[in-house]
């Protein structure tokens, strides 16, 4: 009778999975730490329960089968956002509050992978750099590599190397050296024929021909879901959540599939009371 439970539940996932919907969602600081905690910046009111549960509820509605969120305190506060009954939630391992993990929908077979810890280009430094969050998911007929990132903000569209014009910012140095990490991740997919999904928070915008794109385009092929658009998100403005895509993933995206969940507040206090950012998704179908 166990195995028969079993056989369906992988069933369901399948079926579930024939058509993918994968989101990126910062939450902002996330964390049921107290005000004056000494790991929190001073300006940073904690979430109340009630907007947890906001978030929450938003969650629900989103209904991604994949969610890769960042600013997030670990699993247990991850978890009151997607319930357990649902969702199987992991983060890394860093020893800071800003963590970054996956949510993934009950029944998708998942294993994780080591995190992505050369994204920390600043160990030594008092404020740690986050680490990618890095999962596989595994069908019969097919595998998505998947690695969820939050890099260093700072830098949303200034140069990452230096030219005429002068030298280069010290957060955008710091950005520039989490650039070869990425290449580094995105080649080995590459070699190995997996197709996988880089996401998350870039903090950067990425429009034209933007650096850190075209470097990280160097090491493979790469489709960037949000390419040409704007974000409806707090009144609109240019991306830098995002979605970007290699390999045979590529031809597995839905055409016009990209969507962004706007919360239904508008105040500037609601905008502190969940989060900076909306949900940011797009849709798969997998191979038969």
Known sequence: MIRLLAMLLLLTGAAQAAELRVATWNLEWLTSRQPGDPALPE???????????????????????????????????????????????????????????????????????????????????????????????DWPGARLRLLAVHLKSGCSYE??????????????????RQVAPLQGWIAQRWEEGVPFVLLGDFNRRMEGRDELLSALTTAAPLTRATEGRGSPCWGGGSFIDHILVGGAARSWIVPDSLRVMVYRETSDAARQQLSDHCPVSVRFRLPD
């Open 43 to 137: 300006n940073v009111r904690p979430k109340r329960p009630e907007d947890v549960d906001a978030l929450r509820r938003y969650a629900l509605t989103l209904d991604a089968d994949v969610i890769a969120f960042q600013e997030v305190d670990g699993p247990e506060i991850a978890a009151r956002v997607f319930p357990a009954d649902r969702y199987v939630v992991v983060t890394t391992a860093d020893d800071v509050v800003q963590r970054v993990g996956f949510a993934v929908r009950r029944g998708i077979p998942m294993h994780r992978n080591p995190d992505l810890v050369g994204l920390d280009v600043m160990p030594a430094a008092a404020h740690r750099l986050r680490s990618g969050a890095d999962i596989t998911l």
């Open 159 to 176: 140069r990452l190397s230096s030219g005429a014009a002068g030298g280069v910012s010290r957060v955008c140095e710091t950005l520039r």
